[in-house]
């Protein structure tokens, strides 16, 4: 990996432990300015310890990790960061406005407080107390802080956590018309459609690896193979891996579920074996990429 | 800074529980103690030192509490990502404990001048608000070293058992003259009674002895260690 001079941010070989558990464990990665990047994982998978070695709010054990070519702690100083910390919740009797244009002003270039607000799509309640608004609304006023200082990157810990469906569409819409006036986001999510539907690149996190990168779309294709499933119906699973196209033979139950680059020389491999009974093809899925790169166990639905 | 210190000061005013606890109720336990059967004059006087000792003490205590529920929240470690330093935030919490402790001493001051008659020179009322809100810094740092070490629930506890205990035990409620002789000797070595004894010297017209500065003194660097002790620990937590 080339280390470029421009790049937002900066990770070689960071590693970070606590006790016994190396919850980031070797990684490195590049953001380029501008880009929009989630970062995907299950929970405990290493996103939180990440973006805290990215603010500096954790140091590594080893390796090094750069913001804008610098410790990530003369950046944030230098008013060039901004981020909604997971589990922050409501600072207590304070208004919205009041919230937003502190924060604001401790930043070299900030934004107008109107203009943060309405980026977060709450221009209506700079008057309110921040502590008697909705989860939803709580959520906003801290990406509203988020962004006020108008910085370079901005940082969002599980930003949609714990909320709904209406908020959480509401939110990405603001996180996208800010992202589009050229500012870098990285957030993390445990929400595959998310990472797919609103980052540039997904960094998948494992274990602390960053185990793939790369757009949603190359990320299916690495994964590589449609699903080709049928019922066995008593028939053994010898020789299922040898037929054409197939990489990998997976059996639940009666159904066998073949991972194939070639699904239409399976099929008809499978048809002259008479095998085809209660038949499927399907590209692979992001969430067939995500299970495939991420070893731990996996509990499928049926 | 400055910014910071009237967004804390704005939030913890707007504390329903600091206005009654830390303001309203030493004012009245003041004018209860001080009116239910005779006294003569000087009573009135000490009591009022003591009282606006015992809110301003309450006062500076709360500001760990609130040092505590922002660290539970999440607001210290946000504000760690923004461009303001650690130290700008220790600085302007404990300017913030010091602004704080004044709603106490002039409501109980006025309360004894307005209400009890307490007629002092216009330089002792001064002299005595000023001491006292001088005096309330070890009281503001050994909260702040319960609110970066402990959580917030036990932050709350510990403060008021600190206050009281301090408070009873250096005779900010009762005068010490009233305790027994070994309890008396104790009483005398703690920072609440050589806190009050800065404002009860003055309203008599004396300066303060040199050994109640001491003392406090010596407090103060006590409970200081004790604070910058719990923040360093709390550094990475925060």
Redesign the interface.
């Known amino acids: 990996m080339t280390q470029t001079e421009n790049a937002a941010v900066s990770f070689t070989g960071a590693v970070k432990t606590f006790g016994t558990v190396r919850a980031v464990d070797g990684v490195d990665l590049e953001i380029a300015a501008g880009e929009t990047v989630a970062l995907l994982g299950r929970n405990g998978a290493g996103k939180s310890t990440t973006i805290s070695l990215l603010l500096g709010l954790d140091e590594p054990d080893e390796g090094t990790v750069w913001l804008f070519g610098a410790p990530p702690e003369r950046a944030v100083r230098a008013g060039r960061v901004g981020a909604m910390l997971q589990e922050g919740r409501a600072v207590p009797r304070v208004t919205v406005q009041e919230l937003v244009s502190f924060v604001a002003r401790r930043y070299p270039e900030p934004m107008p407080v109107a203009r943060a607000l309405q980026l977060a799509g709450i221009p209506e309640l700079a008057g309110r107390r921040v502590d008697r608004l909705s989860g939803g609304q709580t959520q906003r006023v801290r990406f509203a802080v988020a962004l006020a200082g108008n910085p370079s990157v901005i940082v969002l810990d599980e930003p949609t956590a714990a909320l709904d469906v209406e908020a959480r569409h509401a939110f990405w819409a603001s996180m996208r018309s800010y992202a589009r006036l050229g500012h870098t986001v990285l957030f993390s999510t445990h929400h595959l459609e998310e990472a797919d539907a609103h980052a540039d690149r997904i960094l998948v996190i494992d274990h602390g690896r960053i185990v793939a990168d790369g757009t949603g779309e190359q990320l299916k294709r690495a994964v590589g193979g449609s699903l080709v499933a049928f019922d066995l119906g008593g028939r053994s699973t010898a020789g299922l891996e040898l037929l054409p196209g197939v990489r990998s033979v997976e059996v639940r139950g009666d159904r066998a579920r073949l991972r194939s680059d070639d699904p239409d020389a399976t099929v008809i491999a499978l048809a002259e074996l008479h095998a085809i009974r209660g038949l499927e093809v399907a590209p692979a899925s992001l969430d067939d990429a995500f299970l495939a790169l991420t070893a731990a166990p996996v509990k499928e639905a049926a | 800074m400055l910014?910071?210190l009237r967004?804390e000061v704005?939030?913890t005013l707007?504390?329903v529980g600091f206005v009654i606890g830390g303001v309203a109720m030493p004012v009245l336990m003041y004018l209860l103690f001080t009116n239910l059967g005779g006294d003569d004059g000087g009573w009135k006087t000490g009591a009022m030192v003591g009282m606006a000792g015992y809110g301003a003490v309450g006062s500076a205590l709360n500001t760990g509490g609130g040092v505590a529920?922002?660290r539970?929240?999440?607001?210290l470690?946000?504000l760690?990502?923004?461009?303001?330093?650690p130290r700008e935030v220790v600085i302007g919490r404990t300017l913030t404990g010091s602004v704080t402790v004044l709603p106490a001493i002039l409501a109980v001051l006025a309360a004894g001048g307005l209400i009890n008659g307490v007629r002092l020179d216009a330089w002792q009322w001064a002299a005595v608000a000023g001491l006292l809100w001088l005096g309330s810094v070890p009281f503001t740092l050994l909260g702040l070293g319960n609110g970066y070490r402990l959580t917030g629930q036990t932050t709350g506890v510990t403060n008021m058992v600190c206050n009281l205990g301090l408070s009873v035990l250096g005779g900010l409620w009762f005068p010490i003259s009233l305790f027994p002789h070994w309890l008396r000797s104790v009483s005398q070595y703690t920072p609440t009674n050589r806190f009050a004894e800065l404002g009860t010297s003055v309203a008599v017209g004396r300066a303060p002895a040199f050994g109640a500065i001491a003392v406090l003194t010596l407090w103060m660097l006590a409970f200081g260690s004790y604070a910058v002790l719990s923040y360093r620990r709390s550094g990475?937590t925060v």
């Open positions: 910014d910071y967004l704005r939030r707007r504390d529920e922002d539970a929240i999440g607001w470690r946000q760690r990502v923004t461009p303001m330093t990475r």
